[in-house]
């Protein structure tokens, strides 16, 4: 059975940082880019990033570039996310999703808040 | 980045026939965009239905297909089933990006 299980979402202040996990299972994670989707409240998927399968290139939404780190670790099937100088904006429920096999884990809610 | 556009919402009979679309701000679709197709149910992860444009999963239900319709990408539900009622997202690759469209809701009525 395939999951993709996140961890690591919580409360945190504006200009504070966390570190999302997404442990994999299932399926041959190193032959595949993983994303990283988020959905505030009551809205749409938005793309914030995405890695290469042996993870030589990265990529990220103008709105997170240069805050946020995607990184994974093919020996431990697990793929994370920094998330630095965070904001307002950013709450949201995370969602990692190897999106070409077609899996989705269940979301790690991230609030961002004094 | 490119804007990704779908209608906002649609309505369909059950057992009728409902075209979504999804259009590109830079440009006609085409399979170079690789397109994906979303549904998300209310409290719900997203689940895949489509990629590349028209190819399904395993767990895609018969009465879904993709295709590219008038330079843009469509996904087709030819017999809406209750259960179809959802928010349908796509997703096109561009350099560098992807980009989701802002979703439809889709109401089985």
């Known amino acids: 059975e395939v999951q993709l299980v996140e961890s690591g979402g919580d409360l945190v202040q504006p200009g504070g940082s966390l570190r999302l996990s997404c442990a994999a299972s299932?399926?041959?994670?190193?032959?595949?880019?993983m994303y990283w989707v988020r959905q505030a409240p009551g809205k749409g998927l938005v793309w914030v990033s995405r890695i290469k399968s042996d993870g030589s290139v990265t990529e990220y939404a103008d709105s997170v570039r240069g805050r946020f780190t995607i990184s994974r670790d093919n020996a431990k099937n697990t793929l994370h996310l920094q998330m630095n100088s965070l904001r307002v904006e950013d709450t949201a429920v995370y969602y990692c999703?190897?999106?070409?096999?077609?899996?989705w884990g269940q979301g790690t809610l991230v609030t961002v808040s004094s | 980045q490119a804007v990704v556009t779908q209608e906002p919402s649609l309505t369909v009979s059950p057992g009728g026939t409902v075209t979504l679309t999804c259009g590109s701000s830079?440009?006609?679709?085409?399979?170079?965009?690789?397109p994906f197709w979303f549904q998300q149910k209310p409290g719900q992860a997203p689940s895949t239905l489509i990629f590349d444009t028209n190819n399904k999963f395993s767990w895609t239900p018969a009465r879904f297909s993709g295709s590219l319709l008038g330079g843009k990408a469509a996904l087709t539900l030819s017999g809406a089933q209750p259960e179809d009622e959802a928010d349908y997202y796509c997703l096109l690759s561009y350099s560098g990006a992807v980009v989701f469209g802002g979703g439809t809701q889709l109401t089985v009525l």
């Open positions: 830079i440009g006609a679709v085409t399979s170079g965009h690789h």
């Open positions: 999703a190897s999106v070409r096999p077609g899996h």
């Open positions: 299932g399926f041959t994670f190193s032959s595949y880019w």
